[in-house]
């Protein structure tokens, strides 16, 4: 069975800190890997996806990602934080593509937490 | 684009009573829709997975007879929780997936339900 495991459940930064944030999963297949943000009070935002080809994935205010396959990972990174950015990231796994496809698995979250 | 609407956003209701609430996606159609549960603190656990027009596939240990789904159009699906009790207190909040190649997956604000 699929599972996503991130290694950070409080991360606490300073603005202008440079951020990330641990993500592993589990299969063997294709893959294809999300991170999401809730922001307090609001639903989940997508920050950016990787499905296929350039294995740095740039998203949303200045997040970026990598998937490294031969470690099954795709930790979450941002150069410098900022206030704005406290919040609740979720990284998930969709690994039955081709299958009944979409179902995503989360893995536990990292609440994030910006000092000013 | 890809804004996913919940209705109620908050309920509260007695033991006993059953509670329906609608997840739409208000600019794209949607063949698949995911009902998530989400407790404090705690990451989002799938449900079941909608498909417009058929049967919801739910995920092991789900009660279907207690969360019934349907999802009659494809820009509609409805939780019902039958007979809700307060273990059943939680954060639901539901997705729709745009397309199959995109694969991407849309959340809707979330449903807080307390039973009392």
């Known amino acids: 069975a699929q599972s996503v495991s991130q290694h950070n459940h409080h991360v606490i930064l300073s603005e202008a800190a440079s951020l990330e944030l641990g993500c592993n999963y589990s299969?063997?297949?294709?893959?294809?890997l999300f991170w999401y943000v809730q922001y307090p009070g609001q639903h989940l935002q997508l920050l950016l996806k990787?499905?296929?080809?350039?294995?740095l994935v740039k998203g949303i205010k200045g997040f970026e990602a990598e998937f490294i396959k031969s470690k099954f990972s795709f930790n979450l990174r941002k150069p410098s934080v900022q206030w704005s950015d406290t919040a609740e990231y979720f990284c998930?796994?969709?690994?039955?593509?081709?299958?009944?496809?979409?179902?995503?698995?989360f893995g536990q979250g990292t609440e994030l937490s910006v000092k000013p | 684009g890809a804004v996913v609407s919940q209705h109620p956003s908050r309920v509260i209701c007695k033991s006993g009573t059953s509670v329906k609430i609608e997840c739409r996606s208000l600019?794209?159609?949607?063949?698949?829709m995911f009902w998530y549960r989400q407790f404090p603190k705690q990451s989002l656990m799938l449900m079941a997975t909608?498909?417009?027009?058929?049967?919801?596939?739910?995920e092991q240990g789900v009660e279907k007879d207690k969360f019934l789904i349907n999802h009659a159009s494809l820009t509609l699906s409805t939780l019902t929780v039958t007979s809700a009790h307060p273990e059943d207190s939680s954060f639901y909040i539901c997705?729709?997936?745009?397309?199959?190649?995109?694969?991407?997956?849309?959340f809707g604000p979330g449903t807080r339900l307390t039973v009392l």
């Open positions: 997705s729709a997936r745009v397309g199959v190649q995109i694969d991407t997956q849309y």
């Open positions: 299969y063997g297949g294709t893959v294809n």
């Open positions: 990787y499905f296929s080809g350039d294995p």
């Open positions: 998930a796994v969709n690994g039955e593509i081709y299958n009944q496809g979409g179902k995503l698995i």
């Open positions: 600019d794209f159609q949607a063949t698949t």
């Open positions: 909608s498909n417009e027009g058929s049967k919801a596939t739910y």
